[in-house]
């Protein structure tokens, strides 16, 4: 891939093909241009390679347990039986980039050396753009696997790879030599792993000065050091220097790669699957931990058993203990031994419920007995059997703390939950009060016509709950206000100005009663808001259909009809208009939008003059024009329209045939 | 919401006319030094380079960790005093 020979209208059209638009080309911006191609490409072929990861894994696994000690046919045969998928898809990508490969193996070399070229830039690149933790370990171990094949195809070297690396020129050496050695022994499988730990080598090897190689701008470094990291379990094996050809070391490092043949993906996925055993062994460890405390645990108890028995069949004989002993051991066992039978006593009741309480109670009360038959016995005894009953005391005390908290615990929920019931009980019965007070006081409005239609929530809550609970109700209060507002649809939120002073009020909205809706409501024509000039509408008009916005508010509007009566409106205000042939209320929209279909877009034109910035039922009206298509999209029953509407009330008959 | 340093407000509180490339933010004086032997020697140069870029913040700092070797954070600060110069300027 000689980059050297793109010309800089080639590079923006390979960059343009990529989906990425480059700005020009110039002397300065070329090695940009370059490294994001390379970067595009990688990420091109990243995307092929995973769609067809699943059909290489299999070809992959069954030429594993050939790799490790077969010859390079084998594996080229391999190799070529898992890449064949995406050759074709390859080829297409390098077509620019082909002017000089040499190689016989022409599809896989590009492949290889596209790999390689990008690997290479995108080691440079990805510091700069992207997730660089990310991709430079994956961009790398593609660079690996990619040097890997590369090498082993090309008998003559890589020559080719010299022209893609014009800013790693050390690297070029390296690679050359790298890929000859591996040539050498054309064992695909460990040659990747010879590779990598080539490159650890290397990374100590330019510390040290060893390469000559001129230091690299920081970004090849950072890959390096990434590198260095993720190539940990070669590293250790690897000896020496980059000359190691004999096949041991290789079969040797691909039994420690694994077993496996490491393909770019195998790679990808060993490191994965390092990552999850870390992963899961961490798990393990955490896991293990716990079965220990527990395994500790029930063996304490069980050695304690065992010495109860022991002490019970050893108590006869020494019955005749040391009263001195006792007497002076005698605060402190007693203390203990209260204490003790306190703890039992506790956990027994505790754990009253359950079976296992029965059964550790007693077996607190046996070791309590052993315990006070141990005081009992000899000197030397007595000691450490009050630093065993001492422990032993802790021991229970804590058993019986963590009983007492989970019953604690589980009380506290129980009471919490019958708490939380008792609440929300005491809300609706809230909420239904409010309902009814609204209800009760709407209908005096009806009659009384001087009452305001709606109420302030503060008088409704001081009118309901008396004054000595309004502190106690408070919380009850406010939750049935916002169920309110939530869910009930009858009543609405407003805020008014009441004497002067804002208050949120309630307003009942009275479901409708029919006719009544059409007459009391006033959807009127209250007069035009500007005059209609060459500013806020089109000078000549359109379409034959508009799209009317503002006409009404679709959470109050209230009844069955209301739509029809948005009809008759139009109708009216429209009513030297001969032209009109469909009116469709949108009933959901918000921004009340009414859809109107003329005959032509002289009607239309008419209708626009007549509506846009009209006052109606106190809301200002706009008007757009709407393409035909798309209203007979949204309305195909309007495409046969074609008999003018004409109000209800002003002309007796109004047809409309659709 | 992260701040900005001194010189990038003073930066992009004006037209930047002749100023030198050390005063782009990000840019001291041995990346200043490193982008004037590259012949990019006043500030309206970077800019330049910057809007041929299209713009592109990545882009531009690949660009400047190639041409100077700056750090990311130096790259970044300078992509960002640029964009937002042109911002308000351009």
Not at chain 1, 67 to 79: K, L, Y
Not at chain 1, 191 to 216: C, F, H, L, T, V
Not at chain 1, 300 to 327: H, I, K, V
Request: glycine share 10%.
């Amino acid at each position: 891939m000689a980059s050297a020979q793109l010309t800089d209208e080639e590079l923006f059209s390979e960059l343009k093909r990529l989906g990425f638009i480059a700005g020009p080309v110039t002397e300065h911006t070329r090695p940009v241009y370059l490294k994001k191609l390379k970067k595009l490409r990688e990420e091109h072929l990243e995307q092929q390679r995973g769609s067809l990861r699943q059909s290489k894994t299999q070809t992959k696994t069954r030429s594993a347990a050939l790799n490790n000690n077969s010859t390079s046919p084998s594996g080229a045969n391999s190799r070529p039986a898992g890449s064949r998928p995406a050759r074709p898809g390859r080829k297409s990508a390098v077509l620019g980039f082909s002017s000089d490969e040499s190689d016989a193996e022409a599809p896989q070399k590009r492949k290889g050396l596209n790999h390689g070229a990008k690997a290479n830039k995108g080691s440079g690149l990805s510091p700069g753009g992207g997730n660089p933790t990310f991709a430079s370990p994956r961009s790398v171990s593609l660079s690996w696997a990619n040097r890997a094949k590369t090498s082993a195809t090309e008998e003559d070297g890589a020559n080719d790879e010299s022209g893609e690396e014009d800013d790693c020129d050390g690297d070029q050496g390296q690679v050359k030599s790298r890929s000859l050695n591996g040539s050498r022994t054309s064992h695909l499988g460990a040659i990747k792993p010879k590779q990598i730990g080539d490159y650890s080598d290397s990374d100590e090897e330019e510390g040290a000065g060893g390469n000559g190689r001129p230091s690299p701008p920081q970004d090849p470094g950072q890959p390096r050091r990434v590198l260095n990291r993720a190539s940990y379990t070669f590293k250790e094996v690897r000896p020496s220097g980059p000359d190691m050809v004999s096949l041991g070391t290789y079969s040797n490092h691909s039994r420690s790669v694994g077993q496996r043949r490491p393909g770019p993906d195998e790679e990808l996925l060993q490191q994965f699957r390092r990552e999850g055993e870390t992963a899961s062994s961490g798990r393990f460890s955490a896991h293990y931990l716990s079965m220990c405390l527990l395994t500790a645990a029930c063996l304490f108890f069980l050695t304690l058993g065992f010495m109860y028995l022991r002490m019970r069949g050893a108590s006869e004989s020494d019955t005749a203990g040391e009263d001195g002993a006792r007497t002076g051991l005698g605060r402190g066992s007693d203390g203990a031994r209260t204490g003790l039978g306190r703890g039992s006593d506790g956990a027994r009741t505790g754990l009253g419920r359950g079976s296992d309480g029965a059964r550790t109670g007693q077996t607190f009360s046996s070791v309590a007995l052993c315990v006070k038959r141990l005081i009992c016995c000899s000197n030397l005894i007595t000691f450490t059997s009050l630093c065993v009953c001492l422990f032993v005391f802790l021991c229970v005390c804590v058993g019986a703390a963590v009983v007492g908290g989970a019953w604690g615990v589980v009380c506290y929920v129980k009471f919490h939950w019958r708490r939380e019931e008792e609440e929300t009980r005491r809300m609706y019965d809230m909420v239904e009060r409010i309902i009814d007070v609204l209800r009760s006081h709407s209908e005096a409005c009806q009659e009384n016509q001087e009452l305001q239609p709606f109420l302030p929530i503060p008088h409704v809550r001081d009118s309901l709950v008396q004054p000595q609970d309004r502190k106690k109700m408070k919380k009850v209060w406010d939750r049935a206000v916002k169920f309110l507002s939530a869910n009930e649809s009858r009543i609405r939120t407003e805020t008014q100005l009441i004497g002067g002073a804002d208050f949120l009020v309630w307003r009942w909205i009275q479901p409708s009663l029919g006719d009544k809706n059409t007459l009391s409501c006033s959807k009127v024509w209250q007069g035009k808001a500007f005059p209609l000039d060459r500013r806020n509408s089109p000078p000549n008009s359109l379409t034959p259909c508009l799209k009317i916005r503002n006409m009404f508010d679709p959470v109050m509007e209230v009844g069955e009809n209301w739509d029809l009566a948005i009809h008759e409106a139009i109708l009216e205000k429209c009513s030297d208009n001969n032209g009109i042939v469909h009116i469709a209320v949108d009933k959901n929209s918000r921004e009340g939008c009414v859809y109107v279909k003329c005959l032509s877009a002289e009607h239309s034109g008419k209708a626009f003059k007549a509506l846009h910035g009209s006052w109606f039922d106190g809301k200002l009206v706009t008007v757009k024009y709407l393409r035909l298509d798309r209203y007979h999209q949204r309305f195909p029953q309007a495409q046969n329209c074609t008999t003018p509407l004409h109000s209800a009330r002003l002309h007796s008959a109004s047809t409309c045939s659709s | 919401m992260s701040s900005t340093s001194q010189k990038h407000r003073n930066f992009v509180a004006e037209p930047m006319a002749d100023k030198p490339v050390t005063a782009l933010a990000g840019v001291g004086d041995v990346l200043g030094g490193r982008l004037e032997e590259k012949g990019f020697d006043k500030a309206y140069v970077v800019l330049g380079q910057f809007l041929v870029l299209k713009k592109d913040e990545e882009l531009f700092l690949d660009w400047m960790k190639e041409a100077c070797g700056a750090n990311s954070k130096q790259a970044k600060d300078c992509a960002n005093c640029l964009k937002e110069w042109c911002d308000s300027f351009l």
